[in-house]
């Protein structure tokens, strides 16, 4: 299996500061009309290095990093005033998902998928820079309320235990997936898994792995920040 990288940037240090650090805006216009928006779902490189791990041994990684981002908690405030929007199959498997936070990004990329991906919740799975234009913005209430929230500043905090699946040694990193809408004005919004992979820096897991990697507890926690 191969992680596809965020923006398909190979440079695990330059994912780090261009995905996870770089400034956003801070305030959200309001009552705007969006006509077209773009949408970026992949795996970015969290972590400031790896840990080499080989058949038999195990590391771990420590992750504690400075992240913008809006929960998902913001995101099905609104999602579930436009419940008409999606079929009842969807908008019940959006709501049972939406109970783990650690499955943001990838309900996020769901989410988009299921209401402007002609009803295909994949559609925006592993793209980079899919760009949707709105026939009636006027109409779309959805993504003018989306574009209304704000990302807020968190700490990224947790351990991953990599886990050697081959003989000759490798450098485990941990990896999160990310899914961004960016607007025509360049607000942008940012949601992030709180459940990490472990994979080298190709983003391949062939040669590592995750130790005890539970689906329901996540491997990271996010916790506001305070000025």
Partial sequence: MKLILFKK????????????SFSVVSLAAEDT????????NGYGY??????????????????????????????????????SEFTNEQFSYIEEK??????????????????YGGSNEEY?????NKEVRVENSSDDTLINNLSNLVNQEFELNGTI???????????????IEL?????????????????AAV??????????????DDEEEPDLFLLPLTD
Avoid: W
Wanted: glycine fraction near 8%.
């Fill in 9 to 20: 940037i190979s440079s695990l240090i330059l994912a780090l500061s261009m995905v996870l």
């Fill in 33 to 40: 009309e969006y006509t077209q928006f773009k949408v970026s």
């Fill in 46 to 83: 969290i972590g400031k290095a790896g840990v080499t791990v080989q058949k038999g041994t195990t590391a771990t990684i420590n992750v504690k990093a400075k992240v913008s981002c809006v929960t998902m908690e913001q995101i099905m405030s609104i999602v579930r005033e436009h419940k």
């Fill in 98 to 115: 939406s109970k783990k936070q650690q499955h943001s990004a990838g309900l996020f990329c769901f989410i988009l998928g299921a209401r």
């Fill in 124 to 128: 925006f799975k592993n793209s980079h």
């Fill in 161 to 175: 235990t990599a886990i050697g699946q081959s003989f000759i040694p490798v450098t485990a990193y941990a990896f």
């Fill in 179 to 195: 899914t961004t809408i960016e607007f025509e004005d360049g607000h942008t919004l940012r949601v992030i898994n709180t459940d």
């Fill in 199 to 212: 994979a080298d820096k190709t983003g391949s897991t062939s040669n590592v792995g995750e130790v005890d």
